[in-house]
């Protein structure tokens, strides 16, 4: 049984940092590209990083330079490195496997198909 379980949101001020994290279980973490995902209230969830199964990593937007996606797989954990943070990255951040080895940055919400339940991040001063 496959199972994603997010942590480390909360509430940081503007320019801050915060590290998610997402424990697999059910599955080996580097069989599938994994990916990182948002939904700020009233919009659409957006992508915001991924990862393929060989290491390569993609961002989209503004992301890049600010936010790292990283994992260890003796953990069987995804990371979500955040800096830098400002009010419009309040959300809810989730993990999610693909269904292939390769991402890329289609950003599509049904190339994947296991989902975290989310966890909460709040920048605000």
């Known amino acids: 049984q496959v199972q994603l379980v997010e942590s480390g949101g909360g509430l940081v001020q503007p320019g801050g940092s915060l590290r998610l994290s997402c424990a697999a279980s059910?599955?080996?973490?580097?069989?599938?590209?994994l990916g990182w995902f948002r939904q700020a209230p009233g919009k659409e969830r957006e992508g915001v990083s991924c990862?393929?199964?060989?290491?390569?990593?993609y961002y989209a937007g503004s992301f890049k330079g600010r936010f790292t996606i990283s994992r260890d797989n003796a953990k069987n954990t995804l990371y979500l490195q955040m800096n830098s943070l400002k009010p419009e990255d309040t959300a809810v951040y989730y993990c999610a496997t693909h269904a292939l080895t390769r991402c890329g940055t289609r950003w599509s919400d049904s190339e994947y198909r296991y989902w975290g339940q989310g966890t909460q991040v709040t920048v605000s001063s």
């Open positions: 059910g599955f080996t973490l580097d069989y599938y590209a």
């Open positions: 990862l393929n199964s060989d290491g390569t990593t």
